[in-house]
């Protein structure tokens, strides 16, 4: 495909002719795969987990909580539009969406490099990587394939980043509502990317190259990272002074330009993990990104300060997803909370969409079973089932009488009017009220 005319790849695009593979069918790259054969395209999605595998052969969704996916891959695998495979086959776009990694602040991106190192017959295909990756990894990784194969990237096979700015658990009705951006390596690598990707995507957001793409993904994240940092340095203000700082952000969020965020703790898949991304890349090249790296701090800081809020020996946490309303337990705030307590206190989780995890810690599904005996209740995770509870019953069963509140949630004064203490980020009033 990379080496025909444009004219020839429209009609290919346009005749559903342009067979796709996608490497990596997890959270983002199975939505994504479906969606691409839900437009008619010939999708091979690949994948080293031959459970997995099985699973989408079968027509079946492995993500339950995915809004859309199970009735979508019902469909497109009876079709015959998607198949799924261990084995590795290149084919006229090959999109790899991999998991990457952080360990130590530092990236992991082998997965990427084990595909790169993977392909065999790349001529006149073209790669669109879409993990995230640091900056120059697409350059990177062509240049491993041409070690490899002898092929060139720019003469002889196409590349292109192009980065996923989905969120779970609403992949496919972002795929189709967020602009898709695209950054390819040459011109013929960012069109055929581009005309693919116009088969669902509201618009296309061509970038002059895969490292402006790729810097684009990181900063979308750290810019989150970043502003909630200052949110929560300002609730750390507003606690010196015993005022609310979610007044203080309504107040001046009715200035045109002020946009404050919520204050609270950090976690899930992106926001925590994109800034390492840039962070030590950049660093090695001479510049240290001091706001982002600072951001980073206070925002893990923000853990043990919650954590020094909390009193007595029985802890209740609600709340274990990493957002509200959704059951995502990977790579949650609540998980460094709990670290941040165990030591010091005897921790309960409660969260309503438990099942049947097995966790290190101890879990209740019952609420009001969870804060029987608690001496204290922290609201980690806004669930909205959390809105319903019934203050008196709470305290009949509560040993103590304190509500941390990590996402300024609760009402304190309804808090305070039926006998209970109420401490929450940017909300210590003691002693001023
Ligand atoms: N999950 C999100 O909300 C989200 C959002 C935006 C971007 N991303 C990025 O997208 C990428 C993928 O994330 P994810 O959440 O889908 O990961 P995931 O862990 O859910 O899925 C990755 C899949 O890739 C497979 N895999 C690993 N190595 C492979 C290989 N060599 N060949 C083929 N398959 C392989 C795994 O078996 C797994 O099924 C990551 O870089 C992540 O940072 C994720």
């Known amino acids: 495909m990379y080496l025909l005319s444009n004219e020839e790849i429209k009609e290919k695009v346009k005749n559903r002719v342009a067979k796709i593979s996608v490497i990596g069918l997890g959270r983002v790259g199975l939505p994504l795969a479906a969606t691409l054969a839900d437009r008619g395209f010939d999708t091979l999605g690949i994948d080293i987990n031959e459970g997995l595998v099985k699973t989408i052969n079968a027509g079946e969704s492995p993500f339950e909580d995915e809004v859309g996916l199970a009735d979508l891959l019902k469909r497109t695998v009876a079709e015959g539009k998607l198949v799924a495979t261990v084995s590795l086959e290149e084919r006229d776009l090959n999109v790899i969406t991999v998991p990457t990694l952080i360990k130590e602040e530092e990236p992991d991106i082998d997965a990427v490099f084990a595909v790169a190192n993977a392909i065999k017959a790349p001529q006149g295909k073209v790669f669109s990587l879409e993990s995230t990756v640091p900056p120059l990894t697409t350059e990177r990784f062509g240049e491993i394939v041409a070690e490899n194969t002898g092929y060139k990237p720019r003469k002889d096979f196409g590349m292109a980043y192009s980065p996923e700015r989905i969120q779970a658990p609403q992949v496919l009705r972002d795929l189709r509502t967020y602009p898709k951006i695209v950054g390819g390596m ?7 990317v581009s005309e693919i990707y116009s088969c669902f995507a509201p618009s296309i957001i061509r970038v002059s190259s895969p490292v402006v793409a790729e810097i684009d993904k990181i900063t979308e994240n750290a ?31 009715s200035q045109p330009y002020c946009n404050i965020l919520n204050p609270g703790l950090v976690g899930g898949h992106c926001i925590p993990m994109d800034p390492y991304y840039i962070l030590s890349a950049v660093e090695q090249r ?11 701090r206070l925002n893990e800081a ?3 300060h919650v954590a020094g809020m909390v009193e007595g020996d029985r802890v209740v946490i609600l709340g274990l997803s990493f957002k509200p309303d959704i059951k995502t337990f990977e790579n949650t705030h609540t998980l460094k909370l709990i670290d941040a307590l165990k030591a010091a206190h005897e921790v309960v989780v409660h969260d309503p969409f438990l099942d049947e995890e097995v966790f290190e810690f101890e879990v209740e599904k019952d609420f009001y079973k969870a804060v029987e005996g608690a001496d204290c209740i922290v609201l980690s995770t806004a669930h909205s089932v959390y809105k319903k509870m019934d203050w008196k019953e709470l305290k009949k069963r509560m040993r103590g009488d304190l509500i941390v509140d990590v996402r300024g949630f609760f009402d304190a004064d309804d808090v305070e009017a039926n006998g209970l203490k109420y401490k929450g980020v940017g909300r210590v009033f003691s002693g001023f009220r």
């Open 302 to 304: 923000m853990v043990e």
């Open 186 to 192: 040459d011109e013929k690598s960012g069109f055929i």
């Open 223 to 253: 810019q989150r990272d970043v502003n909630i940092a200052f949110a929560n340095e300002l609730a750390r203000i507003c606690e010196v002074y015993g005022v609310d700082v979610y007044e203080v952000i309504k107040t001046a969020n």
């Open 286 to 296: 001479g510049y240290t990104a001091n706001l982002i790296k600072e951001a980073r």
